[in-house]
């Protein structure tokens, strides 16, 4: 009898381990194989999942795939994509961890609140800033409510003024880069100090080159944040993955923030914030850093002025640079969707318009009274119609509607009644939590009525399906790590339509491209452009 060579017995064994590590064992063996594969390759590659990511087709194939095969799928060996409320409870109140996905959201090479994979790290910078941006503390700012006036009234309401103008031929105005410079100069006026923040309303010429460094920054992520090693890697022997042209428009986006960090603390360090013009009042930038200042105190006894250095300096714009991103992208595209859905139909606007009059004091200027003023914060709050048409604009266009990863803690946990092990990757979605059939009838029909409460609470489906919309709703996550700026955004948003509203009607020249919202974790308008016309009420 012949014996095999030992190279072929080796090569052989080696074969069979391979083969039962990657193939058999994630395949057969595995906790997750029970759950259902969303793909065929699913239990022993990361290819597919990462080839729709790419192409960016996540969303909507999620999507299709959890209304075929449940709420809850595998996407890969140690990934899993959950669509149910009871899933979504679990992981995201229930305080799972971050992932290393997370960390291409690290600005200078700091992590800022958002990027913390830890909860504990995240909980101690949030307690320093979470009380300025609750909606009781919104609502009473003086220095918001002055921010908010000037920019209204002194930037953006005179732009549609001068749009309607008889020079003005053709009549339009693109309202997506308009309402994108709002909210920029709101979050950075309520970061900074209307003064030392950002005047894009009335600069275009760099508000269109900053817009154009954003889309490169956003357009290029997907190396870093679902191949993190091996990018690193490749960038550390000089092969890296991003055109040279879009690591010098994130330097230049840094040097951005840097400078109003710095002009913002240059002055800081000269006056009492106590004293400073109410518009004019840092809000964030002093909770952050007075927040700073107690913490090192503490651990070191030592005041902030004495160890301030440049790791303070970057763990400050670090921090800022993410709210001010944020607050300003996702606000706005909210915004270009809510004025091109009411661009379709004047019936509706005058709706909203009835309603936004009824305030007292209201945003109606008039050749008789061109006084600025503001409405009641609350009042404005409780608007049952402009909460319907924000609420369902978010939903239908959520502004990040992709998937959010945590991973699972080592004692792992049971969703839908399958154990999932602890180091598993796992998300939900808005894009999939607002299509629920059951809860949104019609899901991809825009219709504002859906959030009406029911006429008649003694009909106990219509009821248990209200209040499902109410949990589906996830524009803005959920949990102790859900989006922090969510109260300023909802304020933002619902002084920019009234103020508009309130003096104008709006109808569409060009809207190609809004159909066709991008598919990814962030999501603009195909084109990132809206053409309305205004009249004057």
Same mark, same amino acid.
């Given at each position: 009898?012949?014996?095999?060579?030992?190279?072929?017995?080796?090569?052989?064994?080696?074969?069979?381990?391979?083969?039962?590590?990657?193939?058999?064992?994630?395949?057969?063996?595995?906790?997750?194989?029970?759950?259902?594969?969303?793909?065929?390759?699913?239990?022993?590659?990361?290819?597919?999942?990462?080839?729709?990511?790419?192409?960016?087709?996540?969303?909507?194939?999620?999507?299709?795939?959890?209304?075929?095969?449940?709420?809850?799928?595998?996407?890969?060996?140690?990934?899993?994509?959950?669509?149910?409320?009871?899933?979504?409870?679990?992981?995201?109140?229930?305080?799972?961890?971050?992932?290393?996905?997370?960390?291409?959201?690290?600005?200078?090479?700091?992590?800022?609140?958002?990027?913390?994979?830890?909860?504990?790290?995240?909980?101690?910078?949030?307690?320093?800033?979470?009380?300025?941006?609750?909606?009781?503390?919104?609502?009473?700012?003086?220095?918001?409510?002055?921010?908010?006036?000037?920019?209204?009234?002194?930037?953006?309401?005179?732009?549609?003024?001068?749009?309607?103008?008889?020079?003005?031929?053709?009549?339009?105005?693109?309202?997506?880069?308009?309402?994108?410079?709002?909210?920029?100069?709101?979050?950075?006026?309520?970061?900074?100090?209307?003064?030392?923040?950002?005047?894009?309303?009335?600069?275009?010429?760099?508000?269109?080159?900053?817009?154009?460094?954003?889309?490169?920054?956003?357009?290029?992520?997907?190396?870093?944040?679902?191949?993190?090693?091996?990018?690193?890697?490749?960038?550390?022997?000089?092969?890296?993955?991003?055109?040279?042209?879009?690591?010098?428009?994130?330097?230049?986006?840094?040097?951005?923030?840097?400078?109003?960090?710095?002009?913002?603390?240059?002055?800081?360090?000269?006056?009492?914030?106590?004293?400073?013009?109410?518009?004019?009042?840092?809000?964030?930038?002093?909770?952050?850093?007075?927040?700073?200042?107690?913490?090192?105190?503490?651990?070191?006894?030592?005041?902030?002025?004495?160890?301030?250095?440049?790791?303070?300096?970057?763990?400050?714009?670090?921090?800022?640079?993410?709210?001010?991103?944020?607050?300003?992208?996702? %606000?706005?595209? /909210? &915004?270009?969707? *809510?004025?091109?859905?009411? @661009?379709?139909? +004047?019936? !509706?606007?005058?709706?909203?318009?009835?309603?936004?009059?009824?305030?007292?004091?209201?945003?109606?200027?008039?050749?008789?009274?061109?006084?600025?003023?503001?409405?009641?914060?609350? %009042?404005?709050? /409780? &608007?049952?119609? *402009?909460?319907?048409?924000? @609420?369902?604009? +978010?939903? !239908?266009?959520?502004?990040?509607?992709?998937?959010?990863?945590?991973?699972?803690?080592?004692?792992?946990?049971?969703?839908?009644?399958?154990?999932?092990?602890?180091?598993?990757?796992?998300?939900?979605? /808005?894009?999939?939590?607002?299509?629920?059939?059951?809860?949104?009838?019609?899901?991809?029909?825009?219709?504002?009525?859906?959030?009406?409460?029911?006429?008649?609470?003694?009909?106990?489906?219509?009821?248990?399906?209200?209040?499902?919309?109410?949990?589906?709703?996830?524009?803005?996550?959920?949990?102790?790590?859900?989006?922090?700026?969510?109260?300023?955004?909802?304020?933002?948003?619902?002084?920019?339509?009234?103020?508009?509203?309130?003096?104008?009607?709006?109808?569409?020249?060009?809207?190609?491209?809004?159909?066709?919202?991008?598919?990814?974790?962030?999501?603009?308008?195909?084109?990132?452009?809206?053409?309305?016309?205004?009249?004057?009420?």
């Amino acid at each position: 009898m012949t014996s095999l060579p030992l190279g072929v017995i080796a090569v052989s064994l080696l074969l069979a381990f391979l083969v039962h590590r990657y193939i058999l064992s994630p395949t057969l063996f595995s906790p997750l194989a029970s759950i259902p594969n969303a793909h065929w390759s699913s239990p022993f590659s990361r290819l597919w999942i990462l080839a729709l990511r790419w192409n960016r087709r996540e969303n909507k194939t999620l999507h299709a795939l959890h209304q075929r095969l449940g709420p809850v799928i595998r996407l890969g060996p140690h990934e899993v994509s959950i669509n149910s409320i009871e899933g979504v409870r679990t992981v995201y109140q229930g305080g799972f961890e971050k992932p290393v996905w997370y960390s291409v959201f690290d600005n200078y090479g700091v992590p800022c609140m958002f990027s913390m994979r830890r909860s504990a790290a995240h909980s101690a910078r949030k307690r320093l800033i979470s009380n300025v941006y609750s909606k009781s503390y919104i609502q009473s700012s003086s220095p918001a409510t002055s921010q908010a006036q000037s920019i209204i009234y002194n930037r953006l309401l005179p732009i549609l003024e001068d749009s309607i103008s008889s020079t003005q031929i053709p009549h339009g105005i693109d309202i997506y880069s308009v309402l994108m410079a709002a909210t920029m100069d709101f979050i950075a006026g309520y970061i900074f100090g209307l003064d030392k923040g950002t005047n894009f309303l009335q600069d275009k010429a760099y508000r269109d080159h900053f817009f154009e460094l954003y889309k490169a920054r956003n357009d290029y992520g997907f190396y870093d944040q679902e191949l993190p090693t091996l990018t690193r890697f490749c960038r550390k022997i000089g092969i890296p993955f991003c055109p040279a042209w879009v690591d010098e428009a994130n330097r230049e986006l840094g040097e951005w923030c840097l400078r109003l960090c710095d002009g913002k603390a240059a002055g800081a360090s000269s006056e009492k914030y106590e004293e400073i013009q109410s518009a004019n009042q840092s809000v964030v930038y002093h909770a952050l850093i007075t927040g700073l200042d107690k913490e090192a105190t503490t651990t070191s006894g030592q005041s902030n002025e004495q160890k301030k250095d440049s790791t303070q300096r970057l763990t400050i714009a670090s921090e800022l640079f993410d709210h001010v991103l944020a607050g300003q992208e996702t %606000a706005g595209i /909210a &915004l270009a969707y *809510l004025t091109w859905r009411l @661009s379709q139909s +004047l019936g !509706l606007q005058n709706k909203l318009r009835a309603e936004l009059l009824s305030l007292s004091p209201n945003m109606r200027r008039t050749n008789k009274n061109k006084n600025n003023t503001m409405p009641d914060p609350k %009042a404005l709050d /409780a &608007l049952p119609l *402009l909460n319907a048409i924000i @609420s369902e604009t +978010l939903r !239908l266009h959520a502004p990040i509607p992709g998937s959010q990863p945590r991973e699972t803690p080592q004692s792992g946990c049971t969703i839908g009644g399958f154990y999932i092990p602890g180091g598993v990757r796992i998300s939900a979605a /808005a894009y999939s939590l607002h299509r629920d059939e059951w809860a949104f009838e019609d899901p991809e029909k825009w219709d504002y009525t859906r959030w009406f409460p029911p006429q008649d609470w003694q009909d106990k489906e219509a009821v248990e399906k209200f209040k499902q919309r109410i949990r589906q709703f996830w524009a803005f996550s959920s949990g102790g790590r859900m989006c922090i700026g969510s109260n300023f955004a909802m304020h933002e948003m619902k002084l920019i339509i009234c103020a508009i509203y309130s003096n104008y009607t709006s109808h569409i020249v060009d809207d190609d491209g809004m159909e066709d919202q991008s598919d990814g974790y962030t999501s603009r308008p195909g084109k990132e452009r809206l053409f309305l016309i205004f009249e004057r009420v």
